[in-house]
């Protein structure tokens, strides 16, 4: 036998979406799975190291400026003292000219921060000065006052030619008698804290420098940068320094004095009141943390790298079996049932491959087989589609039957009619009254026989699809009135009441298929007549007004209702009664006679007009059949009616 093939047609690559690959993700994830926990120790270690190395070099800050200020606090009691004994010797020298002029020149020696110095009598007159020319600077009231006390004091108005940082100090002159005058000596900060700052420096990027207590630099790390002199108090540390706090609040980093991100520490020199203040580069600019930031990046990349690579290893062990398991996929597709997946393995990828190729087997075989059954049922098709045609043309045949013998049947009965209502009016002579009864039984019958063959006739017409509407203007009333008066008789031998009740807003007269129209009402009211024995049938007619929701608008109907006080129909056999040649019970429905199409035969028409049918019943209590039509009032028509033709009219 040959195996049978299956040929799927190829997708087309325009309408697929972009093919995703299964290695890379394995990979990526693999290498995040790897590199994430160091990535994230790396940066812990970090943070906690640059915690440490802010730690520990605020501490070296600290004790750095406490050095300096210490150093600077010595130098300046020592110059102090030194030039306190100056004074003592001016003061036993007396008025020895000689004398003075060699303890200035020993003061010009020794002292290498003082740039000048001035030699005041108890007058105030200068009697001697050296260093630069400089005119003498004016004591201030203060300084008077603590010369007389025989104390120091830097307060004097130094002269406009001083450099900013410059100050003044004032030392009293005493012989062993009284108070003979004051050395004045002019000493530059600069020059005696720079060798201390250069000298004691925090790191290799740090620097310190001194301000005093109104926050102006007075000893700077870079003079040529920044010279002293310089207010300077906008600096957060020097702004913490002279409010008393210890450090930078909120981040310690900040723009310190040569514009560049510091931290820093601050100390006061109690004898002075200056503050010495230290700072740094942030610890993570340092040289050794830049190399332990360094180490840690090249152990990420080279952790990264070896879980990429032994990711891909991985990878390919667990994606080349699914690639062979698609490739095996794709010829299946393709209709090659003979080409298994082969998968070297044992494991769970093995596994599948194997019942991927099983798989493939059973689908081959339950290809065959439908094939087969395919071939089956297309033979069985063809059959089916013979003896379908050879329906069709039976009940084609049927029905042109039907319309032939009902037309063929119609003429005699149309003669037998015409002859019975000649012998009734007495033509062909007087006729006894058993005669009389006996010609009325021929006509009711052959009456009753011409509805039958009617309704076959329309029932053939409805199944061959040649049942047409003509829509003409006529009056409503009228109609109703008709219908009546044509199934009087019939209610007045059953002794029943034929009730009519017509709206007084519809209008007069409507555009609608009489013919139809009345073939549908004298089938409602026999029909009612039929299954009614005592009681009441009422016609009614009347107008359903227009209706609208969001989107959908109902034009005005007519709607005709034909109520009787009959029998009634049960729930399950509301439906039925409408279907062709059913009704609902056969010995009952024989003694009234009748095929069974008359209701169908109504609702096609009705339908065919563009309306519905409804039925409301119950058993005993009788039965509503309700017709709902379009509302087409004729354009001459006013709108009203006469009130005669509206009013509740009575037939017994």
């Given at each position: 036998m040959e195996t049978a093939r299956h040929t799927a047609t190829p997708p087309n690559p325009a309408s697929q979406p972009p093919v995703e690959r299964l290695r890379p993700r394995i990979v990526l994830i693999f290498a995040l799975v790897g590199v994430a926990p160091l990535v994230l120790g790396v940066f812990i270690s970090l943070v906690i190291s640059v915690w440490i190395a802010k730690t520990n070099n605020g501490a070296i800050q600290q004790s750095m400026a406490g050095a300096i200020g210490e150093l600077l606090d010595q130098e300046w009691q020592t110059t102090i003292a030194d030039l306190r004994w100056e004074t003592t010797i001016l003061g036993q020298a007396g008025g020895a000219e000689g004398e003075r002029t060699a303890?200035?020149?020993l003061l010009q020696h020794?002292?290498?921060?003082?740039q000048a110095a001035w030699l005041i009598d108890s007058n105030g007159s200068v009697v001697q000065r050296s260093g630069?020319?400089?005119p003498a600077p004016l004591l201030t009231a203060a300084a008077r006052a603590a010369l007389a006390r025989g104390e120091a004091s830097i307060s004097a108005d130094l002269p406009a030619e001083a450099p900013a940082s410059t100050v003044i100090l004032a030392m009293p002159i005493r012989s062993d008698v009284d108070h003979t005058g004051a050395l004045l000596v002019q000493l530059d900060l600069q020059r005696l804290g720079e060798p201390i700052l250069q000298a004691v420096r925090p790191t290799s990027q740090g620097y310190g420098y001194v301000v005093d207590s109104n926050g102006h630099l007075i000893i700077s790390p870079h003079p040529d940068r920044v010279p002293p002199g310089r207010d300077v108090s906008s600096i957060a540390l020097v702004r913490a320094a002279l409010q008393g706090q210890q450090r930078v609040l909120a981040s310690y980093t900040y723009v310190g004095l040569l514009a560049l991100?510091?931290?820093?520490?601050?100390?006061?020199?109690?004898?002075?009141?200056?503050?010495?203040?230290?700072?740094?580069?942030p610890a993570i600019t340092d040289a050794d943390n830049w190399y332990l930031v360094l180490v840690q990046i090249g152990l990420i990349l080279l952790a990264g790298l070896a879980a990429v690579l032994l990711g891909r290893y991985l990878a390919a062990t667990i994606t080349h079996p699914i690639e062979h398991l698609q490739q095996g996929v794709t010829r299946l597709q393709s209709g090659s049932w003979n080409d298994p997946v082969v998968v070297q393995r044992r494991d769970e990828l093995g596994q599948l491959a194997d019942a991927f190729n099983a798989m493939a087997q059973e689908l081959q075989e339950k290809q065959a087989a439908l094939i087969a059954r395919r071939e089956e049922l297309a033979l069985v098709n063809d059959e089916l589609q013979l003896a379908l045609h050879a329906a069709q043309a039976a009940n084609q045949l049927k029905s042109e039957f039907v319309a032939t013998v009902s037309h063929e049947l119609r003429t005699p009965l149309t003669s037998v009619l015409g002859y019975t209502d000649m012998l009734r009016l007495g033509v062909y002579g007087h006729?006894?009254?058993?005669?009389q009864n006996a010609i009325a039984q021929i006509s009711d019958s052959s009456e009753h026989l011409l509805r039958l063959i009617n309704d076959l006739l329309d029932f053939a017409k409805i199944e061959a699809g040649q049942q047409t509407l003509h829509e003409d203007c006529l009056a409503l009333s009228d109609l109703i009135a008709e219908v009546v008066r044509i199934c009087a008789p019939q209610a007045q031998r059953k002794n029943l009441t034929l009730r009519t009740d017509i709206d007084r807003t519809l209008p007069a007269k409507v555009y609608i298929d009489q013919l139809r129209l009345r073939q549908i009402l004298l089938n409602l009211v026999a029909n009612a007549i039929k299954f009614t024995d005592q009681g009441t049938i009422t016609l009614r007619a009347r107008r359903a007004e227009a209706s609208g929701t969001n989107n959908t608008w109902e034009p005005a109907n007519l709607v005709i209702e034909v109520e009787d006080t009959g029998i009634g129909i049960a729930p399950e056999d509301q439906d039925l009664i409408f279907e062709a040649f059913r009704q609902?019970?056969?010995?009952?429905?024989?003694?009234?006679?009748g095929t069974g199409l008359g209701l169908a035969i109504s609702r096609h028409l009705v339908t065919l007009m563009g309306g519905s049918t409804s039925l409301a019943s119950q058993i005993g209590r009788g039965s509503i059949f309700t017709i709902t039509l379009p509302l087409k009032p004729a354009p001459s028509d006013s709108g009203e009616v006469s009130i005669s033709s509206r009013n509740v009219s009575l037939y017994m």
């Open positions: 303890i200035f020149q020794d002292c290498a921060a003082c630069r020319a400089l991100p510091v931290d820093g520490m601050w100390y006061r020199i109690p004898s002075t009141g200056w503050y010495v203040l230290v700072e740094a580069p006729l006894t009254d058993g005669l609902i019970d056969k010995s009952f429905s024989r003694s009234r006679a």
